[in-house]
């Protein structure tokens, strides 16, 4: 599905990932840990195309993504939902709207405006927000509309990056359950954080597998967790 | 990013999705109508302008080149006389349609303007002019005036060659100038909308990078802003064309003994050609989104 192969990333003359081997299974579920700035958001960018490697392989659903042009890359997010750290909204647009967005730029108007958007809003507990523009959100219904705008066109993958970076634990566990539900569906998850506890609380519900990087490297996480 | 006739199309269909994904900009909007506006009310004048010297240029082209003047300079005995044998001199000259002598009253009336009227002819050493009307094969200027030089010693032939070139190099001039001008204001809107759109997309590039992680393709960013340019463009030329032609119809006129200045307008079948200014506009602001478009589209990638 996804395939990082000895991949590396260099950036301003400083090598950030190097040596990075991956491959994202069918229905899997991933935590992607480590401290900050040790290249997390850098990993999940290689996994959906917002970024090239600078040596290895990444490969997106079988394609080797520098044989990819933009047009390609547009239609495999398509296939990936992402939930950014800085939840990115278009502010003029209602929440539904922005949730909306992915159906809209695919010309599927009509999905846009159907009914299952209405059982979306309602799984992430949004319904009452609906018309509601984006600055007029907190924190933790920003990152619920991120997923519920991420996993619209019910995508074969889900990458989150920092989803309860900025939510209190209630809504980080309220968060992570949606999370939980969407891998049961059959989706594939990789959750890139920093917060140990949230990987502690997941594991009595699913079989993650938690990857750490350090010192550039990715290395499978030890009992510690 | 790949041009097809779906790409002009899409403009005119609409899409009020994809319109409402590019947030307002009013303002901008506002300004870019009036210097479409603006422009296409000058583009009018300055055609009007062109198919004016053109006309002119045709006119006098094909006025002059089809006359000429014989002047008999000679002593008042002999002037009679040379006028008949370079009358029958131009009988026999190919080229010739007609030929005839001006009467005293008819060059009375050419000097009239500098001498005022009344001006006794017989007082003055005026030579006696001879019109010569030319047909479609035209005369030989050369071979007429060797033969007038041996039979008429006082004819001087003036083919109006001397003179009818600078007029009617000036009028072409004038006409060209004013293609000039409409080449420049299309340049100009170009460069405006170019302006405009690569305003909008920087200061969109947020809205680009969203767009772009929720799997927009650069055709569908990129349609978004062409679409509001070009129709803008169109709508704001239209505006500008329907005042420059009432402006136009508003001009005075004089009747048929006027200059350049009072035919300054549109004849006929060329009251098409102004309509087509608001369809250029709409055609270069496209051109100039669409590549804006791409550059931006290309840079934020």
Redesign the interface.
Known sequence: MIELENVAYSYGGGELLSDISLKLAPGSFHFLTGPSGAGKTTLLKLCYGALLPTAGHVRLFGADVRGLDRDDIAIIRRRVGVVHQDVQFLDHLDVSDNVSLPLTVSGRHAEAAGGDLGELMSWVGLTNRANALPPELSGGERQRAALARAVIMSPDVVLADEPTGNVDWDMSQRLLRLLIELNKMGKTVLIATHDLSLIRATKAHVQARVLRIANRRIQLAGADL | MRFDLSNLRAVFAGDR??D??V??SGYTAQLTLFAAAAMAFLAVFALALSLAAGRLADRWGEELARSATIRIVAPRDQRAAQTAAALRILETTKGVASARALSDAEQQALLAPWFGEGLALDTLPIPRLIEVVEDATGIDPAGLRLRLSAEVPGAVLDDHARWRAPLVDTARGLRMLAWLCIALIGAAVAAMITLAANAALAANA??I????????????IAQAFIRRFTLRALAGAGVGTALGLVAILALPTAGPRTGFLTGLGYQGAHWILPLLIPVLAGIVAFVATRAAARRT?KEL?
Not at chain 2, 209 to 220: H, I, Q, S, W
């Open positions: 999705h994809a409402r994904v947030p307002p947020q809205v990078a969203v767009l772009r992680l929720v799997g927009a393709r650069d055709d569908y589209l990638a």
